[in-house]
């Protein structure tokens, strides 16, 4: 439209309170989130009959939404260079899942797809049921124990059926695919992470960054679980020419599964998931992750789940948005003042990218309960 997207309009007026000397503003994204929802949601009450979804989505019009970026304050004064926060929290489905999975999904659709099944450890299985919902698909999402209540929850509400097998979810993951060969031609795998269409979805994240922003970036600051959002940051930083934008990749201890196979030279498995961000719990890592290590500028290190929770309760009052410890561990790489400089990151001209991924697993009280498992005590 001629007043430009809700993204682009959020980051105008976050630049404008910083330049008019306002340090500090309420939260005005959810209404920007809200807007692009609205835009992009058909119901067939806009054919006579009120109230229910419609399959009638445009197969070329993607399932995700552009997402505002915002400056933080409190962050630089943290890293000590500006600091941009990629807003993916802000996607429909709560997480930057969707771009990926989205368009897996959509691609099986246009393949002849008429159901799908995914295991997820929370937040691709929402993204997943958000897809079918608005494709008009079956979906079956598997989940590990270790998927919190909420997570269930929130992918039922969006129609799937939700089944609960094996510990983790490496063993969700094997149920999945033998429910997929079970079923058929018709019926779809979709991967958490490990596909080249989900690493093309989320690839369109930075070419967003590449229209938002007037410089590259002197880092791109990621979380690690699977590895899915790593290979699409670096197959976008290859396609929009920024081929020496280094690659912040960020774990949590108990979860790092790729900071050992850098560490070993190749893959590696890990015995078990003990981090409390279940949702980076893939004990092996996409095999594409060591490819992008190997050809592209990678840093990876690790923060305990006490950075990453404190980052969380920081994060919270500083920017009024609520996080998953997943995401959060990219931020905690932020306020830990020796993570970049122990990780090899040389500061340069730009400013650095925080990619805050989101996850709908998460509520104020679920954020107590975390901070009281990992031994900090709040008035909250």
């Keep these: 439209g001629p007043f430009g997207t809700p993204g682009t309009m959020a980051f105008a007026a976050a630049r404008a309170w910083r330049r008019v000397g306002v340090s500090s503003v309420p939260w005005p994204f959810a209404a920007a989130q809200a807007t692009a929802r609205f835009k992009r949601t058909t119901t067939t009450a806009d054919a006579g009959v009120r109230g229910k979804s419609t399959s009638l989505w445009s197969q070329a019009e993607p ?34 899942k969707i771009r990926g999975i989205g368009n897996l999904v959509q691609k099986a659709v246009r393949g002849g797809a008429t159901t799908i099944v995914s295991s997820s450890g929370g937040n691709a299985g929402l993204a997943a049921a958000y897809a079918a919902r608005k494709l008009g698909l079956k979906a079956t999402v598997v989940v590990p124990e270790s998927t919190p209540p909420l997570a269930r929850s ?11 097998q094996g510990t983790v979810w490496d063993e969700a993951d094997v149920f999945a695919r033998q429910l997929v060969e079970d079923q058929g031609s018709v019926c779809a795998y979709v991967h958490p992470f490990d596909h080249e269409d989900i690493w093309e979805g989320h690839a369109s994240l930075i070419h967003e960054l590449k229209d938002q922003m007037d410089t590259q970036p002197a880092a791109v600051v990621v979380s690690v679980g699977g590895g899915g959002l790593l290979c699409g940051v670096v197959q976008g930083l290859k396609e929009v020419g920024w081929n020496d934008v280094p690659v912040v990749a960020v774990e949590t201890i108990g979860a790092a599964s790729f900071h050992q196979s850098v560490a070993a030279g190749s893959l590696i498995t890990l015995p078990d998931i003990t ?3 279940k949702t980076l719990g893939a004990k092996t890592v996409a095999a594409q992750t060591l490819e992008c290590y190997a050809s592209h500028p990678v840093l990876s290190g690790v ?4 950075q990453a ?21 990219s931020l905690a790489a932020l306020y830990t003042s020796e993570f970049l400089p122990d990780v090899g990151f040389t500061a340069t001209e730009g ?11 998460v509520t ?15 008035e909250h």
Aim: glycine share 8%; aromatic share 4%; charged share 15%.
């Design 63 to 96: 399932l995700h939404v552009n997402t505002p970026m915002i400056d933080s304050v409190s962050l630089e004064a943290a890293v000590g260079q500006p600091v941009l926060l990629k807003m993916d929290s802000c996607q429909p489905s709560g997480s930057f």
């Design 364 to 378: 104020s009280e679920l954020l107590v309960g975390w901070e009281r498992q990992v031994g900090i005590h709040t």
């Design 309 to 329: 929770v404190e980052a969380c309760r920081r994060f919270l009052d500083e920017h009024c948005v609520l996080v998953e410890p997943s995401c959060s561990a």
């Design 275 to 277: 981090s409390l961000a």
């Design 154 to 164: 929130r992918i039922a509400q969006q129609g799937a059926n939700v089944l609960v």
């Design 303 to 306: 923060v305990s789940d006490k």
């Design 351 to 361: 400013p650095i990218v925080a990619i805050v991924c989101g996850g709908a697993g």
